[in-house]
């Protein structure tokens, strides 16, 4: 029996949750990847050359900011994880400099990825520019629309940004393509970009993530002289700055987690990618998790004004926390969302990503203590979302 909500079992299951469905075309592919992964990412020439790329390449440790005229108009002690400060803008490049490495080591030079607002496509674009690998990014033909400044980004590196032009014309569709693109060309490395597909990929992403959690613990003893935060707060589409920072939280009890989806137009609405709320278990993109289907079994097209949150599913991890009680699900509408990213942006001078706003909006929702210390994922900064905000607040 599990001693850890971060384990998984032989097949790879968090609980009820994971696995890996794929094709028999694709298995060599992910027993090899957790061959290498096993065996190379917890060797001391790994972890120095991945800690030097962090600090050097990267900007790691990312600050502990603690947002005084946020606080004071809550009551409480509350700590943004600067995420947003990190080279290319977001937490994603965490995860693709430590993939990138695993992928060089396995002799790979074909990399391909999924996107949706895109952080993650610039992420993937930038490791491969920094080493030399070819470089092909699926993302939705809506998102490239959304997310321009971002598709320009990813051009400028030297990737080849493929539109998918089916279903929903985003993420989904992105990571459709992505898999049907690796089915067809199984010598190429798939580098995910949360903790979503077939294992070992949810386990991968979620501990190259992690170092977000680890420097939570250890700046949060320098600050307050308690390492533990009472909530961690972060947005969930698949979850993978989520999966980092609860990482080194999940196994404290005395840490509530709370994992923020987006309710887009309203729960109830039709135009929602609340999973945890919504969603039933099923099969998507490799894994068993909760998932947004019909009574067919068919994807329910998902919605919100965050191309990285709008997403059907949820990760399998997040799945087996939120089942079992551990983690606990808020979902925020697209104008909670707009009006947090506005407040933040005038008490604290900083314009957070649209991921990261609904978040920062679960603060209206929680029942909250004076005084008590809370640390909130500020998982990317707002500039590929300018053009929605000035859409949105025109009058300004």
Not at 109 to 133: F, N, R, S, W, Y
Request: proline share 4%; glycine share 10%.
């Amino acid at each position: 029996m599990s001693t850890s909500y971060l384990d998984t079992d032989d097949l790879g299951f968090y609980g009820a949750f994971g696995g890996a469905y794929v094709p028999e075309l694709l298995r060599p592919n992910v027993e090899e990847l957790e061959a290498a992964f096993n065996s190379y990412c917890f060797t001391e020439t790994f972890e120095n050359e991945y800690a030097s790329l962090l600090k050097d390449f990267v900007g790691r440790p990312t600050p502990l900011y603690y947002a005084a005229r946020l606080s004071e108009k809550y009551g409480m002690h509350i700590y943004l994880k600067r995420e947003d400060l990190c080279h290319t803008g977001a937490h994603k490049v965490n995860n693709t400099v430590g993939q990138i490495l695993l992928a060089k080591h396995m002799g790979k030079t074909d990399i391909i990825a999924e996107t949706g607002a895109g952080q993650h496509g610039v992420a993937t674009a930038t490791v491969c520019a920094l080493m030399g690998l070819n470089c092909i990014v699926y993302m939705g033909e809506k998102d490239i629309e959304r997310q321009a400044p971002n598709v320009q980004r990813m051009k400028m590196l030297g990737a080849e940004v493929r539109p998918a032009t089916s279903g929903s014309k985003t993420l989904k569709d992105a990571t459709n393509e992505a898999i049907r693109h690796w089915i067809n060309h199984p010598d190429s490395y798939y580098l995910i970009g949360s903790v979503v597909g077939p294992h070992p990929y949810p386990k991968i992403v979620a501990y190259f993530q992690s170092v977000i959690s680890k420097e939570i613990e250890k700046q949060l003893t320098e600050k307050t002289g308690k390492g533990y935060p009472d909530k961690v707060v972060a947005c969930v589409g698949g979850g993978s700055n989520a999966a980092g920072a609860f990482y080194h939280f999940f196994d404290t009890k005395s840490v509530e987690l709370i994992a923020v989806e987006a309710a887009g137009l309203g729960i109830d609405s039709g135009k929602s990618a609340a999973t945890s709320v919504l969603g039933t278990p099923g099969v998507l993109h490799g894994s068993l998790t909760l998932l947004m289907q019909d009574a067919d079994g068919q994807v329910v097209e998902p919605h919100s004004i965050s191309a990285g949150l709008d997403y059907p599913g949820i990760g399998p991890l997040h799945a087996h926390t939120i089942a079992t009680g551990r983690t606990t699900a808020i979902a925020i509408t697209d104008d909670e969302a707009l009006q947090a990213a506005l407040q933040l942006s005038k008490l604290e001078g900083i314009i957070p990503a649209l991921e990261s706003a609904h978040a920062l909006a679960a603060l209206d929702k929680l029942a909250l203590r004076k005084d008590e210390v809370i640390v909130v994922n500020l998982s990317g900064r707002g500039d590929k979302d300018m053009n929605t905000y000035m859409e949105k607040f025109s009058s300004l």
